[in-house]
């Protein structure tokens, strides 16, 4: 038994729950999104991020642990003097021990990305996992000779009511957005245009 000192209550060692005790931390952006654009409800998008997160908790992380294995100075099989990399002793590994996460896809009937990223420690049991908008952390550059390009094909566009050219000299490159996952779990892709089924 062991004694939770802040409320006073005694609780059995053994009667913790076998899930993982997650917490989570979601963009409110990206709430805002699915809510406004699909009338989501936001307990469910709260549910749906944190169903994920149990699920992959369940998983083997597909994020290398770099501290399961620890390097040390000593002589190799050849007689040199270098770094050696090794399987982490019990002792070691006890400290380092976790799983981490990445799963980026689209949420479900969308065609908003999102970036999940997760660390569960492995003795613990504990899992923290964040969910961002997917690519929010890509920007564009354009320069001043760019800009200006980009307000005579404006103007042209507009006096002569000409239709807007796909690309401008290559200014603008969309970036692609590529969907990953643990393995085991769903690739959540993009969602068709209902307009474009019609036609066909």
Request: net charge negative; hydrophobic share 30%; proline share 0%.
């Given at each position: 038994?062991?004694?939770?000192?802040?409320?006073?209550?005694?609780?059995?060692?053994?009667?913790?729950?076998?899930?993982?005790?997650?917490?989570?931390?979601?963009?409110?952006?990206?709430i805002s999104?699915?809510?406004?654009?699909?009338?989501v409800p936001t307990v469910e998008i709260?549910?749906?991020?944190?169903?994920?997160?149990?699920?992959?908790?369940?998983?083997?992380?597909?994020?290398v642990n770099k501290n399961k294995v620890k390097r040390r100075m000593g002589v190799d099989k050849s007689g040199k003097y270098r770094w050696i990399t090794e399987e982490a002793t019990p002792d070691h590994a006890r400290y380092y021990d976790y799983d981490a996460y990445a799963f980026r896809g689209y949420y479900p009937g969308s065609k908003i990305p999102f970036k999940m990223s997760g660390v569960k420690q492995g003795d613990w049991r504990v899992a923290c996992w964040v969910v961002a908008i997917g690519d929010k952390n890509?920007?564009?550059?354009?320069?001043?000779?760019?800009?200006?390009e980009l307000e005579e094909v404006m103007s042209d566009i507009i006096l002569l009511d000409q239709v807007f050219p796909e690309d401008v000299n290559g200014v603008y490159k969309k970036k692609t957005f590529r969907c990953m996952r643990p393995k085991g779990m769903p690739l959540l892709k993009k969602a068709k245009d209902v307009s474009k089924k019609k036609e066909n």
């Open positions: 038994m062991w004694i939770n000192e802040n409320k006073g209550e005694k609780m059995r060692s053994d009667s913790r729950r076998d899930d993982n005790d997650n917490h989570l931390k979601i963009d409110d952006t990206l999104l699915i809510n406004d654009y699909h009338d709260i549910c749906f991020f944190n169903d994920l997160a149990k699920q992959m908790g369940q998983l083997e992380g597909n994020i890509k920007t564009t550059s354009i320069n001043r000779d760019e800009l200006v």
